[in-house]
């Protein structure tokens, strides 16, 4: 797929401020300072689109992106993020938790997991909920450049093992640099085919 234009159609504090439903929508979610945003300007190749910070938090408000007036790409709000105060956090959570459920045109979410870490709870509590909702998802293992490939595997194999105790499907794996620019192609090419699926439905 190629990306002629990407641009911030709105932030949404709430579900109710989310633009109409029009267009096919992907999410991007994943724990405080994954690499979601990094991910958005690395899919877009449009630097600086998405605020990238090592500041976790940065990202409060569901971001919505228009690309090539055809469908919409979505950088959620982290989870688990200690630091904002026990009231917001729920809050957010649970204004992320409403669009994952209930946004009519989302096509797919993207769960971001950063490639250097053992299993995370979060990430799993989080994918089981994913799980008990029927809700489709592709496993993106971010920032691959910062270790060496047989580590990477070795946190994936790891990851994989947890997951089966959630579900009996094996995920879709990508891996992804914003450095590197590896899963790029990877990405778009399964946005590319739900997008071509959908026009041949
Ligand atoms: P929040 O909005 O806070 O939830 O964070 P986020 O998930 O959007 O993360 P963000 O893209 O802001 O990146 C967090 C930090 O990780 C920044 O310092 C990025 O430069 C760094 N980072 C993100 N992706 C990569 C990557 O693929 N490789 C490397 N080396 N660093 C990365
Ligand atoms: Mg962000």
Redesign the pocket.
Known sequence: MIIRNASLQLSAPDLASCPESTRPEFAFI?R????????VNLLTRAHGL??????????RLINFYTINETWSLV?L??YG?AKVAREQRAKFSAFVADYLRLRPNLRGTFV?LDSRLSPQKIDLEFLHWMVDGGLPFVLVF?????LGPSAVQANIDAFLERFRAISEDDPVVLR????SGEGRQAILGLIASALAEEKDA
């Not at 971010?142 to 910062?146: G, P, Q, Y």
């Not at 992804?176 to 450095?179: A, E, I, T, Y």
């Open positions: 994943g405080s300072n994954v690499g979601k945003s990094s991910l998405a605020k990238v910070s090592s500041t976790p938090g940065k990202t950088d709000p982290g993020f971001l971010t920032k691959t450049d910062k992804s640099s914003s450095k």
